[in-house]
């Protein structure tokens, strides 16, 4: 299996019958902090830096260190997970991804972010990343900790 097929395997599938609907919601949702951008071409960005992008992005992938998402045969990226321009995983992102990956799969994950969060006052977390991280990551341990019960 070559590196590109693993990163086509990789991920989460939506598998609602409102599927366009719903990744459209998504690109909307993470827009105004990035977006979201396909596998492919955060792999070819990680290629030209040197080394093998495809792998790498899939072993952060299985590993759950990156929010993503599979959409019509693509996996899907929100932008403000990583360090531009290199690209590597925001150390305070890869912290609530710890603390939540076993309680939630990539789509629950992708939904929390831009979702309204009541122990962060109503913010979406994603708007609180560059803001209060320590914020952000006290109220991902108390949603692990309430979905675990």
């Not at 991920?11 to 105004?32: E, I, P, W």
């Not at 993503?68 to 305070?92: E, T, Y």
């Not at 799969?105 to 992708?110: H, K, R, S, T, V």
Request: charge should be neutral; proline fraction near 4%.
């Amino acid at each position: 299996m070559t590196s590109k097929e693993l990163l086509n395997q990789s991920g989460q599938h939506m598998t609602s019958s409102d599927d366009d609907a719903g990744f459209v919601a998504l690109l909307s949702a993470y827009r105004s902090t990035g977006g979201l951008v396909r596998g492919e071409d955060v792999a070819g960005h990680l290629t030209r830096q040197g080394g093998d992008g495809y792998v790498h992005l899939a072993r952060l992938i299985v590993a759950g260190d990156v929010l993503h998402i599979r959409w019509s045969g693509h996996v899907w990226l929100p932008l403000f997970q990583f360090n531009r321009p290199a690209l590597d995983v925001r150390p305070d992102v890869l912290k609530v991804l710890s603390e939540l990956r076993t309680v939630m799969d990539a789509c629950e994950l992708m939904l929390w972010f831009v979702t309204p969060n009541a122990w962060m006052g109503g913010r979406k977390p994603v708007e609180m990343v560059n803001v209060s991280p320590c914020e952000l990551y006290g109220a991902a341990r108390a949603d692990r900790f309430i979905s675990r019960g």
